[in-house]
């Protein structure tokens, strides 16, 4: 890659010298080949990880193998995967990664499942999500449940595109995992995370208030009333 290096660490015997020592001395090595070790060539620290599961090793190999391939498309397409982007509305920013302009798509719809749903009512919703498919237009939601997810499936494999509503933050090197990083090179993809950057990130599960909150907030980015006083622009 044009600003890191990946590579594996394969421990077969206990070994007195830390992680970080091993990464200095190779990093050292670089640099006096490369210009006499006037100045180096890698920054400060490093980021690792641990492999425990049966098929991780295989998974990332296969990550850094197509890593040239990914870049070329963030290259090649720098709008549909720009970070230090929001939206505000109701006086709220919320920042968001991918392709902005999709929330001026003229066919949005939001995706909520609720178990007190009838047949007969979710039917009316599922007409109503195949039909905005079918125009190739928008499905907006946290995409929650199991069910929720289904739908997008489907609604990605019918050509629509998604805005998926996160509590997910937006790092400076943030790329989208798996299926989300070609959905966005396609420009099908708008993230937008639901998070106060005044607290800390939470990865525990989401609690019914928060899912009220971002699907509410999944109903507003879809009304088209309210999405016309949208604001996007761009943060420092």
């Known amino acids: 890659m044009p600003d890191h290096v990946h590579f594996v660490v394969f421990i077969t015997e206990r070994t007195p010298y830390h992680l970080g020592k091993i990464i200095g001395h190779f990093a050292g090595h670089c640099s006096r080949d490369y210009n006499g070790a006037t100045e180096p060539v890698f920054e400060e620290g490093y980021h690792d990880r641990i492999l425990l599961r049966a098929g991780q090793l295989d998974a990332l190999i296969a990550y850094v193998k197509d890593n040239p391939r990914r870049y070329l498309v963030r290259t090649h397409n720098p709008g549909l995967f720009k970070s230090r982007l929001v939206v505000a509305i ?30 007969s009512e979710l039917s009316i919703h599922q007409s109503r999500w195949d039909e905005a498919v079918r125009e190739c237009g928008v499905l907006v939601s946290p995409f929650i449940s199991g069910a929720e997810k289904a739908v997008r499936d489907r609604a990605i494999e019918g050509g629509a595109a998604v805005i998926v509503i996160t509590r997910e933050p ?3 090197r943030y ?3 798996g299926r989300f990083f070609e959905l966005c090179s396609e420009g099908r993809l708008l993230l937008i995370s639901f998070r106060d950057d005044s607290s800390p990130y939470d990865s525990s599960p989401i609690t019914r208030g928060q899912a009220l909150a971002m699907n509410a907030f999944a109903e507003t980015l879809a009304d088209l009333s309210k999405r016309k006083s949208l604001v996007l622009r761009n943060y420092c």
């Open 90 to 119: 109701d006086g709220k920013e919320y920042k968001m990664f991918g392709n902005p302009m999709l929330l001026r798509h003229p066919v949005i719809e939001a995706v909520r499942i609720s178990s007190k749903f009838s047949q």
């Open 170 to 172: 937006f790092p400076e």
């Open 175 to 177: 790329k989208p995992p």
